[in-house]
């Protein structure tokens, strides 16, 4: 967990974008110090001047030529006057405070999620195979909204606090400095209290969002995986466990409210002792008329007391309130200083179209170091032509994709595109030359004409339809009652496996990229579907570079070149043309 001191110079680093707005916020916000000063003047005026017959103060003698001619009815219509214009603007005030307060947190929360996002789209396929996509989700909806409460909500309200009680101290100082000095001695243990119960609260709170993280990826997967649960018969037993998760979330919240509420009730205690003290004093005060206070200012102190412990209560409050804030911000960091496994090179080549000539170099991969998943790989794919991959579960045909895609780079030796190391490409550039159909085909939960499209974003209605055409599934899409506005539901559920492979390979024909990745493309299929898939793809496969992975050799009868992988080692090669690096 970082330090306090290390969180707050992140935090305005980040925030220094936005500092000329945060400081607007700040300067709304303190124009209510002089209105919480003078909102209990009417009151002083009406016992001390109107019922009583104390002199009137100086800041009211300025506005008259002749201070002892002043009826009592002008002192209650200047009394009503400042009442009500004190009230107008402190709602005016307040007004413009939630204008300007949602205006820039609105912002930062929106640029701070768009930031947080696409950190996360840079991360790696294996940190999101390890956090899981509920934990990443989390993290963009709730802990990116922690630095708007920090710099919007919470710091400009404890900088106003501050000054306010700063202010009213000074007014008490010159009604009363006795009972000033009475009122700000329970100061320190209020400081005390809220030191003590920072840390405590702040380690509390980071428990409460991991645990509610991991009760939500729990019943995230759990509803996503509905027909596995309803299958086996263990409705029941996910009902239990989602019961489990959330109650031990909502015991981490209890113990943080608990000593939360603890905390706040030595506040009450600790403000009830000073008051009491203060009245006590002030009323002798009054009676013995030795000093300059009046029941009017005895009342201007109570309410001053009143209003002191209200921020001083506050300022505790917030300080809480950014400890809770520091969790969120903890977690936040964490992402954007998370290193994604492939990065770009300072002065990466640009690439607009590949030729296509894939070689592996005694490639050798690892996810973890002591599990080796390559071990020396080379072979060469030349420009149009089909390189089959087989294996048993485990051997690493997959990650061979992974790293032609550029997923991963290797732990030892190579990968060369067109002579060129593909860590010397700019990572977009360099994707932007395959086209992927994959076993676990992913659509989007919006239309057929959209998941197609996802492959060139900007493509004309003509060139879908094209795309489609060329993958045979044209007709089956104008069967449907909306055609090519279908929704395909999540996931794409609402097709059958073999509908969206079609739809997938259109996309690939859509993306029209020289090189091709087949990642087991027609392993959930049956055998009629696998082979009209197989001759979609054999047209998709035509002038391209392929890469073609599958369990059964027979997937790959069309393949120029089939290397067998065993235990992530080439166990043998055989084909019309031998693959040599």
Not at 105 to 113: A, F, H, P, V
Not at 541 to 563: E, F, K, Q, W, Y
Request: glycine fraction near 8%.
């Amino acid at each position: 967990m970082r330090e306090e001191g290390e969180i707050m110079g992140r935090l305005l680093s980040e925030l220094r974008p936005y500092m000329l707005s945060i400081l607007s916020v700040f300067a709304v916000s303190l124009t209510a110090i002089p209105l919480a000063l003078v909102s209990p003047l009417p009151i002083k005026i009406i016992v001390d001047n109107v019922l009583g017959t104390q002199p009137l103060p100086g800041y009211l003698r300025i506005i008259t030529t002749n201070p002892s001619q002043v009826s009592v009815q002008a002192l209650v219509v200047i009394a009503i006057g400042i009442l009500v214009v004190g009230t107008v603007l402190t709602n005016g005030q307040q007004l413009l405070n939630v204008w300007a307060t949602n205006k820039v947190g609105n912002r930062i929360t929106l640029e701070t999620r768009a930031r947080l996002f696409r950190q996360m789209q840079r991360l790696s396929i294996l940190y999101h195979d390890t956090k899981g996509v509920t934990d990443s989700t989390y993290r963009v909806q709730y802990d990116a909204l922690w630095l708007q409460l920090l710099a919007v909500d919470t710091l400009p309200t404890l900088v106003t606090s501050v000054f306010t009680v700063v202010g009213m101290i000074l007014v008490m100082l010159v009604l009363d400095w006795e009972l000033a000095l009475i009122a700000m001695a329970v100061a320190p243990f209020m400081l005390l209290f809220t030191f003590v119960y920072r840390q405590r609260l702040r380690a509390g709170w980071k428990k409460v969002k991991t645990s509610e993280s991991a009760a939500m990826s729990g019943a995230q997967e759990s509803l996503s995986a509905s027909r596995v649960v309803k299958a086996f018969g263990q409705e029941e037993r996910e009902n239990e466990q989602f019961f489990s998760r959330y109650s031990e979330s909502a015991r981490a919240a209890l113990k943080v409210f608990v000593e939360g509420g603890v905390y706040n009730l030595l506040m009450g205690l600790v403000t009830a002792v000073g008051l009491a003290a203060v009245l006590y004093v002030g009323i002798g005060h009054v009676q013995s008329g030795t000093g300059t206070l009046t029941l009017g200012g005895l009342l201007i102190v109570n309410y001053y007391l009143t209003q002191i412990y209200g921020p001083l209560r506050d300022v505790g409050k917030r300080i809480i309130d950014v400890q809770k804030a520091f969790a969120g911000m903890d977690r936040f960091l964490e992402i954007l200083d998370e290193e994604p496994d492939v990065k770009e090179a300072p002065n990466a080549l640009q690439l607009t179209r590949a030729n296509g000539r894939v070689v592996f170099e005694d490639v050798s991969f690892s996810y973890q170091q002591e599990h080796s998943v390559l071990q020396n790989v080379s072979f060469v794919l030349e420009p149009g032509s089909c390189l089959g991959v087989v294996g048993p579960t485990g051997s690493g045909k997959t990650t061979l994709s992974s790293l032609t895609l550029r997923f991963f780079d290797p732990t030892q030796g190579k990968i060369t595109l067109d002579g060129v190391d593909l860590r010397q490409y700019k990572v977009a550039d360099l994707r932007n030359q395959f086209a992927v159909v994959l076993q676990d085909t992913v659509l989007f939960s919006t239309t057929i004409a959209e998941n197609i499209r996802f492959a060139k974003p900007k493509a004309s209605m003509n060139e879908i339809v094209t795309a489609a055409k060329a993958a045979h599934v044209h007709e089956f899409i104008t069967s449907l009652p909306d055609g090519y506005d279908t929704l395909v539901g999540e996931r794409g559920m609402r097709l059958s496996g073999g509908e969206r492979q079609r739809v997938s390979i259109a996309r690939a024909f859509l993306k029209d990229a020289p090189i091709l990745i087949l990642d087991e493309p027609t392993s959930a299929l049956d055998i009629n579907t696998e082979t009209a898939i197989l001759d979609s793809m054999q047209d998709l496969m035509r002038g391209r570079t392929t890469l073609m992975i599958a369990h059964r050799p027979s997937t790959l009868r069309n393949c120029d070149t089939i290397v067998t992988l065993e235990n992530g080692r080439i166990g043998g090669m055989e084909g019309m043309k031998v693959a040599s690096a």
